[in-house]
């Protein structure tokens, strides 16, 4: 099955995040006074084939601990989805782009925080 | 050591081989061995593009397995800017480097203070004493938990904290916001070093200073003391 991995990294509460200031800053000079903080982070996208969600998603998570996210500094959440099929080839065209794209995704939505803290 | 990407080799090479009048070689981030070296050097530069995060590639390198193993048999080992990075991301040194506190690049003179003379790459050093060397980074802001900040002190591995010429500790004098003004740390056994400060570049009264060359003249004194 090929699913496709969200994998949003961000910095852990305690450690100061000099360019989500910087960016607030910027928000503000705009006259966008309501925004009280701004948190930068980095945002993936894997797509793998594994036999199932739940191996896949602890694919991703040995991923993360080991690449993607630092755990000195960083927290990750990992969103999975399958990857809607490809378009058959024969035939093809729009309709059957739409046929492809129309296969219910099973949203395998699972959020918590990682980084192996 | 050489990564893709790595570009403060030449001046390292310079400082040791044609200041120093020790012997150099390029080691290639694609080598499996770092057999027959004394000392290793992991330079400054971008390795990698510095993608995902500085160091973070560079650590999977072929070569760092070695470097790892000579580092754990006591092996001395420096990292400079990107070379801290990449211990830290090594585990080889504790804590992070975040962006500077001010967002950009910092690319000057800077003073550090000493904090101790144990380390491999302090031995000439006494506590106390004031270096003057350049900085030239853009994520050289040091962090680390609490506990962990309190271990580093209690065990004595801040080895340079950024400083005011006089060697007062004070917010004017950090550059990139690292947490208790710290430029530099060692592993607990002393033979792994980390800074962000480029001593390679302070070698030569010519090019605005040798205070530089007592990071690398103390590493030769501790590899006699421990020469078989």
């Known amino acids: ?117 | 050591m050489v990564f893709p990407g790595t570009w403060s080799d030449r001046d390292c090479a310079h400082a040791v081989l044609d200041v120093l009048q020790e012997p150099v070689r390029y080691i290639d981030h694609r080598e499996e061995s770092v057999d027959g070296l004394e000392l290793v050097i992991l330079p400054g530069g971008f390795s990698y593009g510095d993608y995902l995060r500085c160091g973070a590639i560079a650590r999977f390198a072929p070569v760092m397995e070695a470097v790892t193993d000579f580092a754990n048999r006591g092996g001395l080992v420096l990292g400079i800017c990107n070379g801290f990075q990449i211990l830290q991301e090594a585990r080889l040194l504790p804590g992070a480097l975040l962006r500077n506190a001010s967002c950009e690049f910092r690319c000057e003179w800077v003073h550090l203070r000493v904090e101790q003379s144990n380390s491999a790459f302090t031995l000439d050093c006494r506590p106390g004493q004031v270096l003057r060397i350049p900085i030239s980074h853009g994520e050289g802001n040091f962090f680390a938990d609490a506990e962990t900040l309190d271990t580093l002190e209690r065990n004595g591995q801040v080895v340079f904290r950024y400083c005011a010429p006089d060697g007062r500790v004070t917010a004017e004098s950090n550059p990139n916001g690292s947490l208790r003004n710290i430029a530099g740390i060692s592993n607990a056994r002393g033979n792994v070093v980390g800074l962000m400060p480029h001593p390679e570049r302070a070698c030569e009264a010519l090019l605005g200073g040798d205070d530089g060359l007592i990071v690398f003249r103390s590493a030769i004194r501790a590899l006699a003391r421990v020469a078989v």
């Open chain 1, 1 to 117: 099955m090929r699913y496709r991995a969200e994998v949003f990294v961000t910095l852990k509460p305690v450690v100061n995040d000099p360019a989500g200031l910087t960016i607030r800053g910027g928000l503000h000079a705009l006259g966008f006074d309501s925004v009280t903080e701004v948190r930068s982070g980095k945002y993936l996208v894997l797509t793998l084939d594994e036999p199932d969600a739940a191996q896949a998603r602890a694919r991703v998570d040995d991923m993360a601990r080991q690449l993607l996210a630092n755990a000195v500094i960083e927290d990750y959440r990992i969103e999975l989805q399958v990857e809607s099929p490809s378009p058959v080839v024969a035939g093809g065209g729009p309709s059957a782009h739409a046929s492809g794209a129309s296969v219910p995704s099973e949203r395998l939505r699972r959020s918590g925080r990682g980084g192996g803290s």
